[in-house]
């Protein structure tokens, strides 16, 4: 039985947003200026819309020194939470516990 959380995790473009973007004063269009993007994809993962891909996860971990692996996991945190509260039953496990 998976154990459903009660919070959301926190998506990639909240902490975006609240812990790098607003803290330097740095707007998205400086932001995707300086790691080779399009800014409207800046704009749509901060606003939740679009998901951190790998090769964005690598730009965004050397623009702010943080691991690539930071940003996938915030991801993938989102994508599970999403994914068990989409799923309506799970199969039964196949072998044994323990």
């Known amino acids: ?3 459903r959380r009660k919070r959301p995790p926190t998506t990639p473009g909240e902490i975006l947003r609240a812990e ?3 803290p330097l004063g740095m707007t998205q269009k400086r932001l995707a200026d300086h790691i080779g993007s399009d800014v409207k994809v800046i704009n749509r ?3 939740g819309r679009c998901a951190v891909t790998p090769a964005m996860a690598l ?3 050397a623009a702010f020194r943080t691991s690539p ?3 996938l996991n915030a991801q993938k945190a989102c ?3 999403r994914a068990e509260n989409e799923a309506e039953s799970l ?3 196949l072998v ?3």
């Open 45 to 47: 993962i901060v606003n």
């Open 69 to 71: 692996g930071f940003w």
């Open 91 to 93: 199969p039964a496990p």
């Open 1 to 3: 039985m998976t154990r």
């Open 96 to 98: 044994p516990a323990g």
């Open 20 to 22: 790098y973007l607003e």
């Open 79 to 81: 994508d599970l939470y």
């Open 59 to 61: 730009r965004l971990g």
